[in-house]
């Protein structure tokens, strides 16, 4: 299941840009320097050296083909391969991976850029919890993995080379899909060097903005996961849920969500078992709200919710989603998210919905 998620996230952030041979692009090497981020006390043995990586990544510069181009400020877009160590590599051993991500930049110059990242794709490590071989090894039980990276980065343009400086978190997490799975949280520093290859001159005349603006949308998304409890080995357990929800798009990149969500989560059934439990029991109501990024037909959401209805509460009692979609121009959209309490994922969300009002 990860690896569909991964791979369809690299195809729909960086496969267009692949397609666009006029476009401008570049190549550049990364050097990264971190270390384990033990976010939970029975992680505490496993952070014994330093985490060292490398990063080859190709890159595209939007040029303005598109409206959300210059209300971004010209994002860079691309796919980076990345491989290295993660703090233990007799328990973890090494791992690797390749992401689709966009930089948006929050200060330019001619000479100077300060940009934020925002990437996800599939990454593969090379150890995993064994309960014989390598139980000590409390933080990944699956050895493909969706891996995340959000950061910062500061680039020193001299014509068509450039220094860059960053520091990111990268993540590796199967979305509780399989346990344990209190995931590879992974702070790094990082220097690098990258090239221009191709060059081009802005685009005069951009394409118009997809999704309607400053207009409630209404939207029912259907949503379908699957999640493991413990002890390890142990059953997996369906989630079906639904999500009715209204967005408003006011600027190109600025958007609101405000919706519910109802949620059949049948690994509750398996919390406090000497209890028997109904379906309506276990049923699950929270409502939340999220900022929305709008790139196109292709959205970024960041939300936070509150369970209204949650008779045995398994976890928090806030919960919070990250997710993408991709809309259609006849209504119909695709969302794969994460949804999870604070550090600890609950599970991944693959929905397909539907906007009843939409007009193209």
């Known amino acids: 299941m990860n690896r569909t998620l991964s791979i369809v996230l690299c195809l729909i952030l960086a496969l267009s840009s692949f397609a ?14 971190g270390f384990l981020a033990a976010h939970r006390g029975v992680m505490g043995h496993l952070a014994t050296e330093h985490a060292i990586a490398g990063e080859l990544t190709w890159f ?12 971004c400020g010209y994002p860079v877009t691309g796919v980076t391969l990345f491989g290295g160590g993660v703090g233990n590599r007799d328990l973890l051993g090494t791992y690797w991976g390749a992401y689709g991500f966009i930089e ?10 300060f ?10 490590g090379t150890k995993v919890f064994d309960q014989e071989l390598n139980p000590k090894n409390v ?15 500061s680039r020193f343009m001299f014509g068509r080379n450039s220094i860059t400086f960053g520091v990111d978190m990268t993540h590796f997490s199967n979305g509780a899909s399989k346990v344990p799975n209190l995931g590879v949280n992974l702070p790094y520093l990082s220097l690098g060097y990258s090239r221009v290859i191709r060059m081009k001159q802005l685009d005069t005349i951009p394409k118009a903005f997809v999704v309607p603006q400053k207009k ?8 379908v996961s699957v999640k493991e409890t413990f002890p390890t080995g142990g059953k997996k357990f369906p989630v079906y849920a639904l999500n009715p929800s209204l967005r408003w798009i006011s600027k190109p990149k600025v958007g609101m969500e405000y919706g519910l ?18 379906q309506w029991d276990i049923f699950q109501i929270g409502i939340y709200g999220a900022y929305l990024v709008p790139l196109d037909r292709f959205h970024f959401a960041f939300g936070m919710g509150i369970y209204v209805k949650d008779k045995y509460q398994p976890e928090d009692f806030l919960y919070h989603r ?8 006849n209504g119909l959209n695709f969302n794969i998210g994460l949804k999870s309490h604070w550090a600890r994922a609950d599970y991944v969300e693959w929905g397909i919905g539907y906007t009843l009002n939409f007009r193209k």
């Open 60 to 71: 595209n510069q939007t040029k303005g083909s598109k409206q959300w181009h210059k209300a």
């Open 322 to 329: 990250i997710a993408m979609r991709y809309y259609l121009k």
């Open 261 to 278: 969500d109802f949620i059949a989560k049948q690994a509750i059934l398996n919390y406090r078992p000497e209890i028997i439990k109904s």
């Open 216 to 223: 409630w949308l209404l939207n029912i998304t259907g949503i």
């Open 115 to 124: 940009s934020g990242k925002l990437g996800s794709g599939l990454g593969y």
């Open 20 to 33: 666009q041979s006029d476009r401008e692009w570049g190549i550049e090497a990364r050097y990264k320097l």
């Open 139 to 153: 933080a990944m039980s699956s050895h493909v993995n969706a891996l995340i990276c959000i950061g910062l980065k």
């Open 104 to 113: 948006f930049p929050f200060a330019r110059s001619r000479s100077f850029e």
